[in-house]
């Protein structure tokens, strides 16, 4: 139950295109759902988040969308560009239960010039 | 640059041996949780202290251990190393543990040999 699963594994996106990256969870009392982006080399940085109570949130390229009767959110990223290239990781927590956090299998994302 | 810092960055080391990771937290942050990140088990979560105590466990192995000390800085110590545990470890900080964002520290990436 404390599974989060992600696809794709690898993605690669031209230039400008849109970067779309799934993720499904199984435990309903997950109410935090971030996603981080990790460099080589570095540690995973916080780049979006989104509560269950919101089906939408938007922070400049990049969107969560979130669907709590499928139990599925994804990440888009519009107009993608070379320095987008990562790993991509989406979370899950339980804010009254500690809030750490259970992380889905990452998506390497490379975007060609 | 999270805020947060992990000392060494890389350790290398042999079967059997100990060694002890450390974490400074963000100035302010209270909570503390540690990741290991491996190819074959993903990002997954350790253990979380708050203020000096222990608040929360994950899949931590019994030969691990950490604590969290009085000027706030973490501590995991891992013992009777396997090649299995070479991996990278990643120290987390929150203000609180119920406060969603988790700063990521660089992370130091064990070698066991």
């Known amino acids: 139950q404390q599974q989060v699963k992600q696809s794709p594994q690898s993605l690669i996106v031209q230039k400008g295109g849109i970067s779309i990256i799934n993720c499904a969870y199984e435990?309903?009392?997950?109410?935090?759902f971030p996603w981080y982006q990790q460099f080589p080399g570095k540690g995973p940085a916080l780049l979006i988040a989104?509560?269950?109570?919101?089906s939408e949130k938007k922070e400049g390229r990049f969107t969560i969308s979130f669907n709590k009767s499928a139990k599925q959110f994804s990440l888009h990223i519009m107009d993608s560009q070379p320095g987008d290239s990562a790993t991509y990781f989406c979370?899950?927590?339980?804010?009254?239960?500690?809030?750490?956090?259970?992380f889905g299998g990452g998506t390497r994302l490379m975007v060609k010039p | 640059d999270s805020g947060v810092t992990q000392t060494p960055k890389h350790l290398i080391t042999a079967t059997g041996q100990r060694v002890t990771l450390r974490c400074s937290p963000r100035?302010?942050?209270?909570?503390v949780y540690w990741y290991q990140q491996s190819l074959d088990q993903g990002l997954q979560f350790l253990i979380q202290?708050?203020?000096?105590?222990?608040?929360a466990k994950g899949n931590i192995l019994e030969r691990f251990s950490a604590q969290q000390f009085p000027d706030l800085h973490s501590e995991l110590n891992l013992s009777s190393l396997e090649l299995g545990d070479s991996a990278l470890y990643f120290c987390?900080?929150?203000?609180?543990?119920?406060?969603?964002?988790?700063?990521f520290g660089p992370g130091t990436r064990l070698l066991v040999l």
């Open positions: 100035s302010g942050d209270l909570s």
């Open positions: 435990n309903t009392a997950f109410d935090y």
């Open positions: 202290y708050y203020n000096g105590e222990e608040r």
């Open positions: 989104i509560r269950p109570d919101v």
């Open positions: 979370a899950a927590s339980t804010t009254n239960a500690g809030n750490m956090l259970t």
């Open positions: 987390a900080s929150s203000v609180a543990p119920l406060q969603e964002t988790q700063y």
